[in-house]
């Protein structure tokens, strides 16, 4: 393997073709590394949304604590390497080529897709750096999805939505199966479900999994006196005062079901509360509500995603004009997020962002005619270069959303850093 960028080009040419979920291509991928999973401690969080903001959470108040954090999650925006961070930091690109060159033979032999294989690295990487604990994010679902070769310290589910029917199922019940599938015997299970009746189905199955001992968020102590503006997200939670950077009353949810599965880490771990408070004081994370100059970054790419998205937008009022860049993958309800945005933003622009995968990219008369019927002001920028231009040029505020590769791509344009305040 020559260079990082010929790293990549093999890693990628293994995400064509459908998603293949089960755990046997990745169990024997891991033998081989010397299962390497099995001797970094960690956490493991699943859920519809909210999960990068939930280990983001993790990460910063484990870091508060003085331990070495690692944190995988996906999709990055602009480089690769924001998947494996080790304090913050993405594995230097060496590192990458050095294990993509080692082995290429057995991935190839063994069929491992690109998640399986970035997976394995990831846990390569965590134990090589010498992390004290690893904060890892499931890819798709949770039973089969391929970071559920773990037993961890603790799980967490953050909350159940309609989305990948395709793989998970096309109701909620199904999809619940699927994210408990993460719940593991003797292992503390966290539930950030608001909807009683979904929680209730998600405690039944961690209970039927053995998890122990099981915390629903929503029961045990629910966040109250959320107050929102653009510094970020103030509440009361158990009692105290705690505020988050990231933006939008649903972040106070996220910090709820992180520091849930803090209190639930073994006594020698778990932090006091004046640093618990201070990690969420710093979290991060990029692309959500993000805010550089006059545009606006959110990986929104599901109408539950769109809908708190829009509800921020009402809570913090940018300047208006507000011009939605918009280009959503073609397997995503991109009409119910344009329903959900509609009437927070003056206009769309449609467009294609270029990462976007060819069998995945939209259609642009569609959504265009659709918001000719629905009476929305919309036009269409195939060229993404274009599209930003006209929607600097239109917008006092600009919207960039509808997927990671939307926003990833309007960065790396933009030279805005995905971890820039």
């Known amino acids: 393997m020559k260079s990082y960028h010929d790293a990549l080009d093999f890693l990628f040419a293994r995400t064509t073709g459908a998603w293949k979920l089960g755990l046997e291509r990745v169990d024997a991928f891991l033998d081989l590394l010397g299962n390497p999973h099995r001797e970094v401690p960690s956490l493991h969080v699943a859920g519809t949304n909210g999960k990068g903001s939930v280990c983001a959470g993790l990460e910063a108040v484990l870091r508060a604590q003085g331990l070495r954090v690692g944190k995988y999650t996906s999709p990055h925006l602009v480089d690769f390497r924001e998947r494996f961070l080790v304090n913050g930091e993405p594995v230097p690109a060496e590192q990458i080529v050095e294990f993509v060159g080692r082995w290429t033979p057995e991935v190839e032999r063994l069929g491992a897709t690109f998640f399986e294989a970035t997976t394995a690295m990831a846990f390569e990487f965590f134990k090589t750096a010498k992390v004290d604990i690893a904060v890892i994010e499931t890819g798709l679902g949770g039973r089969l999805d391929a970071t559920n ?71 045990a102590a629910e966040p109250s006196d959320v107050h929102v503006d653009a510094s970020g997200t103030s509440f009361r939670l158990g009692g105290r005062p705690w505020h988050t950077p990231l933006v939008g009353a649903h ?155 939307t926003v990833g791509d309007a960065m790396d344009r933009l030279e805005v850093s995905p971890t820039a305040g």
């Open 251 to 405: 972040q106070a949810a996220n910090a709820a079901v992180a520091l849930a599965m803090i209190e639930a880490l073994p006594t020698a771990m778990r932090p006091t509360d004046a640093i618990a408070a201070q990690g969420i004081r710093q979290t991060v994370l990029p692309g959500r509500f993000q805010q550089s100059g006059k545009y606006l970054f959110d990986v929104a790419h599901n109408p539950a995603g769109a809908l708190v998205l829009a509800e921020v937008l009402r809570t913090v009022r940018p300047k208006a004009p507000l011009v939605a860049v918009l280009s959503v993958l073609s397997d995503k309800d991109w009409r119910g997020i344009m329903d959900v945005l509609s009437p927070v933003v003056d206009s769309f622009i449609l467009t294609v962002a270029p990462t976007s995968p060819a069998s995945r990219t939209w259609s642009l008369p569609d959504p265009l005619s659709y918001a000719r019927e629905k009476g929305w002001k919309a036009v269409v920028h195939r060229d993404f270069d274009r599209a930003l231009v006209r929607g600097a040029e239109e917008g006092a505020t600009v919207l960039i959303t509808g997927s990671f590769h």
């Open 149 to 219: 070769v773990i037993t961890p310290l603790v799980a967490g589910v953050t909350n159940i939505g309609i989305d990948h029917v395709d793989y998970l199922g096309a109701t909620l019940e199904l999809i619940a199966a699927e994210k408990a599938g993460i719940f593991k015997r003797g292992v503390p299970a966290v539930i950030g479900e608001p909807d009683r009746r979904v929680a209730a189905l998600l405690a039944e199955m961690a209970q039927a999994a053995g998890a122990l001992p099981i915390t629903h968020t929503f029961a």
